[in-house]
């Protein structure tokens, strides 16, 4: 009796266990039905010189669409130097956009699909003020080409900050840090939480690093799409004045910062 007892619960627990997993499972698949149709498989063709001759490369990149009318959120460093942007749309169809703005302080672009339509399928955006370490996330996009790509993970840092990386200077950012797979191509693709909301653009990963990495805070990125959107770029005063970090120059007792 109590080793069939034993062997009942036990049969209990891991049939409780199946169901919360299945239960996860199903939300993130709601979560991405969400948001998936309006992903954008983003192409820009950038215009180089080499030996003295005019050349364009094709790039690639994610995107999102955040409104009924055609506006693609993405990276500045995808789209920041094109000639041409051609985004290819969750159906597939293929659509020319043109760069509204960038900045490339927050590595933000914003374009604006060449169509007539006014109801195309877009994301809705969230807050990325509430997200915390252990979050469960997605992170959608077009990692090497490959369109319509999910991958899930966990928040595993809410304010990151890195250094600047090549040509990507990003002063005023600070990261969400997330083990959700993001390599090539999938910067400017979202990162969604369980309900469907961007609460990140993808940007950035470490390399020689495995699941390591970095998106844009949604709450960021929202002020300088509608300063692009509203301004065709984002307007920002400068006080004049350079920060370093205290070294073994300014020891010196009569060497004075400002206070």
Request: hydrophobic share 40%; charged share 20%.
């Amino acid at each position: 009796m109590r080793t069939r007892a034993l062997f009942l619960i036990l049969t209990g627990l891991l049939s409780l266990t199946g169901c919360a997993s299945l239960g996860g499972t199903s939300q993130a698949i709601r979560a991405k039905d969400r948001v998936a149709s309006a992903l954008v498989h983003v192409r820009p063709i950038i215009q180089v010189y080499s030996q003295g001759r005019s050349e364009e490369i094709l790039t690639i990149g994610s995107g999102f669409i955040i409104s009924p009318d055609g506006y693609v959120v993405t990276n500045e460093h995808v789209a920041g130097k094109s000639k041409l942007v051609r985004c290819v749309l969750f159906d597939k169809e293929e659509i020319e956009a043109e760069v509204v703005g960038t900045d490339p302080y927050t590595d933000i672009a914003v374009l604006k699909l060449k169509t007539d339509r006014r109801d195309l399928p877009y994301a809705r955006l969230g807050t990325s003020k509430d997200l915390q370490a252990g979050q469960t996330v997605l992170a959608l996009g077009s990692p090497h080409g490959l369109a319509r790509s999910v991958s899930q993970g966990i928040v595993s840092v809410t304010d990151r900050y890195l250094s600047d990386m090549g040509e990507m200077v990003s002063p005023y950012n600070t990261w969400i840090q997330t083990d959700a797979a993001i390599n090539q191509g999938n910067s400017g693709g979202p990162l969604v939480d369980l309900h469907g909301r961007v609460v990140g653009v993808n940007a950035r990963r470490l390399r020689m690093a495995d699941n390591v990495g970095f998106a844009i805070p949604i709450d960021t990125a929202s002020e300088v799409i509608n300063a692009i959107i509203e301004h065709g770029r984002v307007r920002r005063s400068w006080v004049g004045l350079t920060l370093q970090e205290m070294t073994a120059m300014t020891d010196d007792p009569r060497q004075k910062g400002a206070v």
